[in-house]
């Protein structure tokens, strides 16, 4: 069977979707009361319209055992997604964790508003620098939780090998 | 300025469905009316937007019964933005031959591929061949010099039947279909947002 393509990507320069996923990726993990804080923080922003409305859905979350051994389905996980378009025709696209459809609208809305030049800037400094850093925070609290369950084990050596 | 990569060109995809589940719930019903009364015309009146080069109602129809596993044929001239949009909301896969295709979907002032070119099913199943979504010039129930009369299963006597903007041997080739039962392709006649359901079953009277 012939399929074309699922997209023909037009190769935008590397750099540019290195910048975009990372904002993405801030975003997405935010959390939701946060982020509202942060947009709410921003003021009134310029008009959008929805292309898909958010929605939940599920993905699978594959995995390899030890990182490299067969793919297993790890578990489903509940995401919502959403896409907007601003009045010029930039579109943005989050993909989050979870079910709060504020969030994903949000993020959405964000993600397009980064893209022009005249947002991306305050964007930048008023929410997602500020995400970022409650993120890595977030993170280095829970490794440091998990820190102080650590078992290290060991082996004694009995010599008949 | 950065630029966008998720879009295939710069401009982003017409919205979907506002109210996607409702409204394809709707569509469906309606669609699903069509072939259960062959003939028969009805109304998708549903809000969504229209990619160029589509109507309203094989946009609406294409949003209710595309999907991930319906690999869809469209002709090759047609505008990028139909193949971006269907992409986007629908996920189908867009392929080239009609006979690997699910729906074959035939926008008004294109060239309709004949029916023997579609995928007339399986022996062990019928079920999976093409539909032909078929948008057409004008749709009535009256006679008129362009009308056939129909009947079999789903038609209580006979229904007439006047469609203009069909190819000119599509009646012939419909017999020729529908000599192929239990296989055979089916088909939906869509003007603006009405819809006209053929199943294979239907018969054209001489």
Redesign the interface.
């Known amino acids: ?4 393509t ?5 190769s ?2 590397a750099d ?2 290195v ?2 996923a990372a904002w993405m990726r801030v975003l997405a993990l935010a959390e939701p009361d946060a982020l509202d804080e942060a947009v709410q923080a921003l003021g009134a922003l310029p008009p959008h ?5 958010p ?1 939940r859905g599920m993905a699978m979350v594959r995995a390899r055992s030890g990182g490299t051994g067969a793919q297993f389905n790890l578990g489903e996980m509940s995401i919502t997604r959403c ?1 907007v ?1 601003l009045d010029d ?3 943005g ?1 989050a993909y989050v964790q979870g079910r709060e459809r504020r969030h994903a609208e949000q993020a959405a809305v964000l993600d397009a508003l ?2 022009r ?1 005249d947002w ?1 800037d305050r964007i930048q400094s008023m929410v997602i620098a500020p995400l970022a850093q409650a993120h890595s925070a977030r993170a280095q609290h829970q490794a440091r939780v998990a820190a102080q369950t650590q078992v290290e084990f060991f082996t004694m050596v009995r010599g008949e090998d | 300025m950065l630029t966008n990569p998720t879009s295939v060109s710069n401009a982003p995809p017409a919205p979907g469905f506002a109210d996607a589940v409702m409204q394809s719930q709707q569509t469906f019903r309606a669609a699903l009316q069509a072939v259960a009364q062959p003939g028969s015309i009805h109304e998708t009146e549903l809000e969504c937007g229209v990619p160029p080069g589509l109507s309203a109602g094989m946009t609406a129809t294409l949003l209710t019964l595309a999907d991930v596993d319906t690999p869809v044929w469209l002709p090759p001239e047609v505008d990028e933005a139909v193949r971006q949009y269907l992409r986007f909301h629908c996920g189908c896969p867009l392929v080239s031959e009609p006979e690997h295709a699910r729906f074959v979907v035939v926008p008004a002032g294109h060239a309709a591929p004949a029916l023997e070119h579609c995928d007339a099913g399986d022996p062990a199943y019928p079920d999976s061949s093409s539909t032909m979504l078929l948008e057409v010039d004008a749709l009535d129930n009256e006679p008129s010099t362009a009308s056939v009369m129909l009947s079999g299963p789903g038609i209580a006597d006979r229904q007439c039947l006047s469609v203009t903007g069909l190819p000119a041997d599509f009646w012939q080739q419909w017999r020729a279909n529908h000599q192929l039962f239990p296989l055979g392709v089916d088909a939906f006649l869509i003007q603006g947002n009405r819809l006209c359901g053929l199943p294979r079953t239907v018969v054209v009277e001489d």
């Open positions: 069977m012939s399929v074309s699922p997209y023909a990507p037009t935008p320069p540019a979707v910048r975009r319209r929805a292309l898909r409305n929605e896409a378009t025709g930039v579109m696209v980064l893209q030049a991306h």
